[in-house]
């Protein structure tokens, strides 16, 4: 029997790894015999570089780097085999421009930056890389991905013929865009690809700043004037490189990184779980398996748009898998997820609890929860030998 073990993290309990340590334990005290195969998820936020690692051959390079704040720190990003030679990377934001970075007092969307993801996508292109992908998840900022399009060589002047400091709120005074520093290597043959779930457009109601401006610090006032900004640089944009982005789904993402890295290096966005399990060869790892276990945090509707759960159910489904997912809690509209390859959900939580007793009994619950889902496989597989 092979058993394939392939979770999102549960934000602010338990990690991927955690979580296949624990459902790993169980199903070898049920299934001794079993082989578990072990594939922690991330769909494009703080832990992809590590979750493709764990299933590809490839290395961390570290990198010094600016943090939100122009601070200088360490930060890495993983560079990947592969059978044509030709070595990927795979760069994470959250890594040197992630909110985690920061303190809840240092949280600024006027005043932080996306320079130190630009200095990631700088090394792997000076490391000879060619094809980039790059989850934008968690970011800290609102620069319209100046900062990191700054770091690649691109200028941002001002009225005067200046260059402006690549932050939120100096959108609103660039002029022009000078393209004539940009690294040579940019001018070659280089693809990227932007692991992205987020549907909103670069400005507007539902844009970048109004939708995630205040979680990065940003009060009604100062969202108008980063709003103000971002449609301003948006048309300096579509004048100097003659990309229109001001519409375009998923330009928001990231605080407008994701617009910039279509307009400035024509990237492309994709959705972050099926870049994810294309990286680590989802498919392959799974042709064999008799069932997986996956899951997440919370399921319920939205886990059937093109999040964590949808994009294990719908690769196993094509293979004829069985996937049950092992959840922290769910809605009454997870059952969508029946519609996306997802046979069974099992929630962890087994009774009313306050979200501390949550976090200090969370994989206590969990272990439960591993352990009434393979007895439930128990009684199933003795069902179907009595056939």
């Keep these: 029997m092979h058993i394939v073990i392939a979770p999102d993290s549960f934000k602010g309990t338990l990690s991927s790894e955690q979580i296949i340590e624990i459902v790993s334990d169980e199903a070898r005290r049920h299934f001794p015999d079993a082989r578990i195969t072990g594939i922690p998820i991330a769909d494009g936020g703080e832990g992809t570089v590590h979750a493709v690692l764990a299933s590809r051959s490839g290395i961390l390079r570290n990198v010094s780097v600016k943090n939100p704040l122009f601070e200088t720190m360490k930060a890495s990003y993983g560079i990947l085999e592969n059978s044509s030679g030709k070595p990927s990377a795979i760069i994470e934001m959250a890594a040197a421009s992630g909110l985690p970075l920061l303190s809840a007092s240092q949280r600024s969307a006027l005043t932080t930056t996306s320079y130190g993801t630009g200095e990631l996508i700088a090394d792997a292109l000076k490391q000879g890389i060619r094809h980039i992908t790059i989850a934008i998840g968690g970011s800290a900022t609102n620069d319209g991905g100046m900062g990191a399009m700054a770091a690649l060589g691109f200028r941002f002047l001002d009225k005067d013929d200046k260059e402006v400091t690549p932050t939120g709120e100096n959108l609103i005074h660039v002029s022009r865009i000078d393209t004539s520093s940009v690294l040579p290597e940019l001018t070659e043959d280089i693809s ?23 979680q990065k610090g940003a009060d009604k006032e100062q969202l108008d004037l980063l709003e103000q900004g971002m449609l301003h640089f948006a048309e300096i944009i579509k004048r100097d490189l003659g990309k229109d982005i001001r519409d375009v789904e998923g330009a928001g993402a990231a605080g407008g990184l994701g617009g910039a890295l279509c307009a400035f290096l024509g990237g492309s966005l994709k959705s972050g779980i099926q870049t994810l399990l294309e990286l680590v060869q989802f498919e392959t790892l799974i042709k064999d398996a008799d069932i997986i276990i996956s899951g997440e945090g919370c399921a319920d509707g939205q886990s059937a748009q093109g999040k964590v759960l949808w994009g294990i159910g719908t690769s196993a489904k094509k293979l004829g898998v069985p996937v049950i997912a092992m959840v922290g809690g769910m ?55 009595k056939k």
């Excluded at 990227?192 to 205040?214: I, L």
């Excluded at 069974?344 to 969990?366: C, D, G, Q, W, Y």
Aim: one cysteine or more; hydrophobic letters at 40%; a positive charge.
């Design 192 to 214: 990227f690809t932007v692991m992205c779930d987020v549907r909103s457009p670069f400005c507007g109601p539902n844009g970048a700043t109004y939708t995630y401006g205040p």
């Design 331 to 385: 809605r009454p509209d997870a059952k969508l997820l029946y519609d996306c390859g997802i046979t069974a959900i099992v929630p962890a939580l087994n009774r009313a609890m306050s979200l501390t007793e949550v976090f200090r009994h969370s994989k206590n619950l969990l272990r439960d929860a591993a352990e009434r889902t393979f007895l439930l496989l128990k009684a199933g597989m003795a069902l179907n030998s």
